[in-house]
């Protein structure tokens, strides 16, 4: 009695493979290297990165914030912290208005860029595992964008030194919503509550600074 090869169960090893997920690495690498693109716009970034839009975007604009930076930095990139934390809280499709979108470098300034940032990107994301992936929930996550927002607001502030620690913050929340990785989102929420606990201490010392000199003037 021979079988019909239709009939044959399917050989597990033809089955089609899940897509593997990219990194975020690998996808600015891709974008980095489009030789179609002559520029790469704020725009770009936001439909290359599709869905995972919100944590990648956070993590741009918040790690040159962790390195020292020329006064004002912390400013000029908190803007569009807030525009992003603004909709993750309200669960919205990122979007930027045009005047913020159209912002765009060359293709070779940003290759020059990403050549910089992406191995340590790469170096971070193997640290990163899907883990507690019930805080990766849509719920949640807007809730990550109100802490976001609060951390991009003391961000803005103007406090010597007083952005590094919460873009940090923000860095690790953002790796953490990008790979799934609730450990990471934890870490984050932990740092956070210590950014927030720090900035309110340097706001508080120097107020009580600017009012002692005053009272003194006055005398």
Not at 45 to 64: D, E, K, T
Not at 70 to 92: E, N, W
Not at 110 to 119: M, N, Q
Not at 179 to 196: C, F, K, N, P, Q
Request: net charge neutral.
């Amino acid at each position: 009695m021979t079988t019909d090869p239709q009939d044959a169960e399917p050989d597990p090893s033809h089955r089609r493979a899940k897509p593997e997920r990219k990194r975020l690495s690998v996808m600015l690498d891709e974008l980095a290297g489009d030789e179609t693109r002559d520029r790469i716009a704020i725009s770009d970034l936001v439909v290359a990165l599709q869905l995972r839009a919100y944590g990648a975007l956070l993590l741009i604009f918040a790690l040159p914030n962790v390195l020292p930076a020329p006064p004002g930095t912390s400013g000029l990139l908190g803007l569009p912290l807030l525009f992003i934390a603004t909709q993750m809280m309200l669960g919205r499709v990122p979007w930027f208005p045009q005047v913020i979108a159209a912002r765009s470098m060359s293709r070779a300034d940003f290759g020059t860029l990403i050549e910089r940032v992406s191995p340590l990107i790469a170096r971070t994301e193997r640290l990163l595992q899907p883990r507690l992936m019930w805080l990766s929930d849509p719920v949640v996550e807007r809730g990550l964008g109100a802490v976001a927002l609060v951390l991009a607001l003391v961000l803005v502030l103007p406090v010597p030194f007083g952005n590094m620690l919460p873009a940090f913050t923000i860095c690790v929340i953002a790796l953490g919503v990008l790979e799934r990785d609730g450990v990471w989102i934890v870490g984050g929420l932990v740092l956070a509550v210590v950014s927030v606990v720090v900035a309110y201490g340097v706001i508080y010392v120097m107020l009580r600074a600017i009012m002692f000199l005053f009272l003194n003037a006055l005398t």
